[in-house]
């Protein structure tokens, strides 16, 4: 054994990551502290000194299997990069123009960087194992092309300049570079990444630590920007259904880029992404970014809310002849302004418009000005429906509430139940497995291989069925065909049904209107309006369940927006009501007035007329008094029995 001839083999210990090596009788180096004999062997060079001995053959194949269980020394940073590009990519399969990943989504992510300080700058906050290659003028830096970066296909010009911080010219063209594992030390013990420990424990105020739900906040800063056909619902759906890289993104990552201890909080994720959390983080990481206002959504955007309206009417198979009532009520509130709608993340207070929801908001408070949703009214009009669509089986069919109900109902249980199935069987654990240290690897890896093996086991036991490929993705999560379907099509049926017409114009038939809020929270509360099943109608509900599925929403989200529309919709009311007592319970009957071409909808106010024919409405909702946190609406009786 002889440890002078042992000082060239420079490698770590996979056992103490000492670097203190001796040779056996056979030629194989042993730690001289922990004993750990390796497989590598000393490469002989001059065959005289062993005699009676003949090289058969040289063997590299470990060397090279040794420098891969090493890995490459990397940041935490790089690792999120590597995320974002994997996203935009799928983004990009998804139908978005290649200019989100190569100019948008980089420039925000080297934005980031700078702001966060942690590269594009002179002095990194992590410089305590290895100095970070800043990025300098010199191009032929041996960093740049020894590697393949995660971002390297990326070049782009430096960030919009429109009322944000310039970016430095010198460090605009360059993406951050991974350094080889032999060009400096080993990572962290703790950790696979070299600041995989300090980057948990950093807690610097005024700075935004990136995780990997904001890495959908990037990216849907980056369609936001672009102005894509892409809602921040249909993002997070993407998402579930395995479109868009989340869960296990570090499955992705490169072989060299090693993963285990404190890495595995930082990457691992086991829960799904949440609509409002997301919302937060968006406007939390634009502020930071302190970017500045955004193109314009205009009246040809598909995020306005005149072609929402029309996708989420298609969606669930209401007539297309609503789109004129959404269009107006649009109109007359206001939400369709630009100003409105653009978001500026540098205004006092930045607040981006939650589109789709918004938009869904919008059908809800149409269907309540035509149908009331009062469990009694929606079921009057459906019985005149249906005995005219009896009668007149050839002529263009009137909207049958009723059965749109039962329609919608099936259509949606059905869909639920598949989901919350797939949800249920979805693994969480990740077919790369993760572990706590570089010494656990070995009984990880066994244990992973031992689950695989009985997982196929079993499954061979119960002669399961091969798992379904996933879908391709869609912006409709239902399909309402006229032919080939024994579902009923809504969508070219007549809302002559809830409609009379006076004059030159049609006007509805219902003559009342219930508010879903009275009172709004306070400044100081978290929420606009708090939202109690038990206090609202039956119809009212499964229209808001609804729209909360297709939506991935918290129903009282969708109705605390349908709140703020009515809040603008009948702002006379609102006004009149500060004035009053808090305990004054007063009817409110808005007219809306629709003609034959277009809807026009008149100031609050009492028609002229009550509705024709045998219809008669039940008795006005009242509007009770209460606490700034709590809205409550008398109940009607249920909804499963439709009169």
Known sequence: MDLEEAKEFKDRCSQCAAVSWGLT??????????????????EVINTGAIPNTKIQAINR???????????????????????????????Q???????????????????????????????????????????????????????PELLSDLSCPSFVESGAESQPEVHAQKPLPIIKASQSETASVCSGSLDGVEYSLRKEKGIVKMTVPRTLAFCYLSLL??????????????????????????????????LYGRDKGIFAIESWPNYEDIYKKIIEVATFLDLPRFPDITEDCYLHPNILCMKYLMEVNLPDEMHDLTCHVVKVTGIGEVDFLTFDPIAKKAKTVKYDVQAVAVIV??????????????????????KYNEKNEEDKPWFDFRKWYQVMKKAIDEKKQKWEE??????????KPLYHSAIDRSVVCKRREMVVSLQKQFSTLVDSTPTVEKKSPSSFQFSWTEEGSDRTCFHGHSLQGVLKQKGQSLMTKNS??????????????????????????????????????????????????????????????????????????????????????????????????????ALRPGPPLPLPAQPSCRNTVCTRQPLATPG
């Open 512 to 613: 009342l209107y219930w508010l879903s809020t009275q009172k709004f929270c306070k400044s100081y509360c978290k929420h606009v309006t708090t939202y109690e099943e038990s206090n609202f109608s039956l119809s009212y509900q499964f229209i808001l369940n609804l729209f909360s599925f297709l939506l991935r929403i918290k129903t009282s989200l969708l109705h605390e927006e349908v709140s703020l529309i009515e809040k603008r919709l009948f702002k006379a009311k609102y006004s009149t009501t500060k004035k009053k007592s808090s305990r004054s319970r007063k009817k409110f009957t808005p007219e809306i007035k629709v003609s034959l071409g277009r809807s026009l909808l008149g100031v609050p106010g009492t028609l002229s007329s009550q509705p024709a024919g």
């Open 365 to 386: 408070v149409v269907l309540k000005l035509l149908f009331l949703l009062d469990d009694n009214l929606e079921w009057s009009l459906s019985n005149i429906a249906e």
């Open 93 to 147: 399969t998804l139908g978005v123009g290649p200019e989100l990943k190569n100019e948008v989504l980089h420039n925000f992510w080297k934005r980031y960087l700078q702001k966060s300080k942690q590269a594009y700058c002179k002095n990194p906050v992590y410089t305590s194992r290895r100095k970070t290659t800043v990025l300098e003028d010199n191009p032929s830096h041996s960093d740049w092309d020894s590697e």
């Open 61 to 91: 194949g470990l060397k090279r299997k040794r420098k891969l269980e090493k890995g490459w020394d990397w940041y935490v940073c790089e690792g999120f990069q590597h995320i974002l590009y994997q996203q935009a990519k799928a983004l």
């Open 225 to 258: 920007w672009q102005r894509e056909t892409i809602t921040l619902a249909d993002l997070l759906r993407f998402v579930e259904e395995e479109h868009i890289p989340y869960v296990n993104a570090f499955q992705h990552f490169p072989e060299e880029m090693k």
């Open 25 to 42: 009788d056979e030629g194989k180096y042993y730690c001289t502290s922990c004993h750990n004999v390796t497989e590598r062997s000393r």
């Open 422 to 431: 797939a949800r249920a069987k979805y693994l969480w654990k990740s077919e």
